[in-house]
C-alpha cells in the first residue's frame, strides 16, 4: 500500500513563493507516476505537475515557468516549488501515486493513491 505525507503550505502573499513536499512509501515500483493536484471548494481536482521515474515532468499550461516539480535522489520525496504565485492558485494541493507511467491528460483517474494535502493561501 502506497501511503504519501504532505508537508509545506501555508499563506504567502501574491508573487511570493512556497515549497510543498510529498513523502512516499510503501512502493517497490521503478517505472511510476507522481503529481500535484489543487483542488477547490465545488471543483475537480486540477493536475498542476508530474515526474515520473525517469524525471520526466509536464505541467499545466497555467503554471509553466513559474512552479517547479522534482522528486528527491533516494525517490522517495516529491518536492514543488511554487514561485510568482497568484490568488488564483489558492486551494488544497493533494499528492498523488500512479504505476507505470504518466500519461498527458489523464486526471485525477489516473492515480489510485493521494495524500491529505496542505492548504495553499495567496493574498492579492
Known amino acids: 500500500q502506497v501511503q504519501l505525507v504532505e508537508s509545506g503550505g501555508g499563506s504567502v502573499q501574491a508573487g511570493g513563493s512556497l515549497r510543498l513536499s510529498c513523502v512516499a512509501s510503501?512502493?517497490?515500483?521503478?517505472?511510476?507516476?507522481m503529481a500535484w493536484f489543487r483542488q477547490t471548494p465545488g471543483n475537480e481536482r486540477e493536475e498542476v505537475a508530474s515526474?515520473?521515474?525517469?524525471?520526466?515532468?509536464i505541467y499545466a499550461d497555467s503554471v509553466k515557468g513559474r512552479f517547479t516539480i522534482s522528486k528527491s535522489n533516494d525517490r522517495d520525496t516529491l518536492y514543488l516549488q511554487m514561485s510568482s504565485l497568484k490568488p488564483e492558485a489558492r486551494g488544497t494541493y493533494l499528492c498523488?501515486?500512479?504505476?507505470?507511467?504518466?500519461?498527458?491528460?489523464?486526471?485525477?483517474?489516473?492515480?489510485?493513491?493521494w495524500g491529505q494535502g496542505p492548504q495553499v493561501l495567496v493574498s492579492s
Open positions: 498523488a501515486f500512479s504505476h507505470p507511467s504518466c500519461a498527458v491528460g489523464a486526471g485525477q483517474g489516473l492515480y489510485p493513491y
Open positions: 510503501g512502493y517497490r515500483y521503478s517505472r511510476y507516476c
Open positions: 515526474i515520473d521515474g525517469d524525471g520526466a515532468t
